[in-house]
């Protein structure tokens, strides 16, 4: 099935042997031809093999101990079919395999792929990890071992498009409250303790619990300033709780990257502040806002901190969305709108 064998032997053989300036071992070798047949079969039975074996060659090029990748191989029957199946479906899964050669037990391990995590499994897990050498890398290695889970889930065991994205945003919920618990610690060193309700909000993929594993987090701030003793005012405190989490969420570290955030939606987009009261979030949708960021409404879903007050503010931000009433000047002007984004989205853009 290879299109070109010559030059796909080629590349077994370095799998093999390594190159001229960095031979493996004889182990390595012999590590290696035990487990390329079944390898070289589970290529052959994909579309492409030419571009997995590549994909495959990449990956082996950037783990450090090519002998232990090699006797996962040997170890888990199954895994090299799983292996080849990731490959050909996606070079970036690929790429965080190669990240942390560890997550192929994950890959290879039909106990932990076969059915879904629960939030209280993914909490404990990150709990676990936390107490590890690295606490830093905690939440970032929990979400690479989330996601390769799903992503094995879909592509082996053929888990719906709705399972993913419930899956996916699951672990978004868990990485989300992480970061907001540390953010609310870090401020409360600096300023002192509130008292006052406060909540996350989810708009977009992650309000509607149809997250991909390339979304973003689409989120909104909300406080109630109830605590008439504290030294910080609450609009400059939870100012400082937002940004934590933002921050902590987008920036890229040696681990990679948590999630990017889009906090937009909020009142005034990009120039209003990033954490706003309640009173100021209800006033401005019902009055200022756009025909477009109340459509976004329709997703709204608590997702953080105070689940009483996030679930009563939702509540109120679904009734603007659905409620008000749609004149025809409305749906020409979302007409207008969704034409003017096909207009420029590049060709293929399926979204």
């Not at 939440?139 to 799903?150: D, N, T």
């Not at 109630?224 to 890229?252: F, M, N, W």
Request: hydrophobic share 45%; net charge negative; with cysteine.
């Amino acid at each position: 099935g290879f299109k070109d064998p010559q030059r796909a032997r080629s590349i077994l053989q370095n799998m093999a042997n390594g190159l001229e300036d960095k031979p493996f071992t004889r182990d390595t070798a012999q590590r290696f031809i035990r487990v390329a047949p079944v390898l070289i079969q589970d290529l052959a039975e994909e579309g492409d093999p030419d571009i997995i074996l590549d994909r495959l060659y990449g990956m082996l090029q950037a783990v450090p101990a090519p002998a232990g990748m090699y006797s996962l191989l040997e170890s888990y029957p199954g895994l090299s079919s799983r292996l080849t199946v990731l490959a050909a479906n996606s070079p970036w899964l690929c790429e965080m395999i190669t990240r942390d050669i560890s997550l192929l037990d994950l890959v290879g391990s039909p106990q932990l792929t076969a059915r879904a995590s629960s939030r209280e499994e993914l909490e404990s897990e990150l709990k676990m990890l936390l107490s590890a050498a690295v606490p830093d890398a905690a939440p970032y290695r929990l979400k690479l071992g989330e996601m390769l889970k799903v992503a094995v889930r879909e592509l082996v065991y053929g888990i719906s498009v709705m399972d993913v994205g419930d899956e996916l945003t699951q672990l978004g919920e868990v990485i989300l409250d992480y970061v907001l618990q540390q953010s609310m610690r870090e401020v409360a060193a600096r300023f002192g303790s509130r008292s006052d309700t406060f909540a996350v909000l989810a708009l977009g993929k992650f309000g509607g619990r149809e997250m991909g594993y390339a979304s973003d987090l689409d989120l909104i701030f909300v406080y109630e300033d109830t605590d008439q003793h504290a030294d910080t005012a609450a609009v400059e405190y939870y100012a400082a709780v937002s940004a934590g989490v933002i921050r902590c969420l987008k920036e890229p570290t040696r681990w990679g990257r948590l999630y990017d955030v889009d906090a937009r939606l909020r009142p005034d987009g990009n120039k209003g502040i990033l954490a706003v009261s309640r009173d100021r979030l209800i006033g401005y949708y019902r009055q200022e806002a756009q025909m477009w960021e109340r459509l976004a409404l329709m997703k709204v879903r608590p997702v953080a901190s105070d689940a009483a007050f996030g679930e009563s503010l939702a509540g109120t931000l679904r009734e603007i969305a659905f409620g008000w009433n749609m004149t025809r000047d409305d749906v020409a002007h979302i007409e207008t709108l969704r034409d003017k984004l096909t207009g420029n989205a590049a060709a293929g853009d399926l979204k």
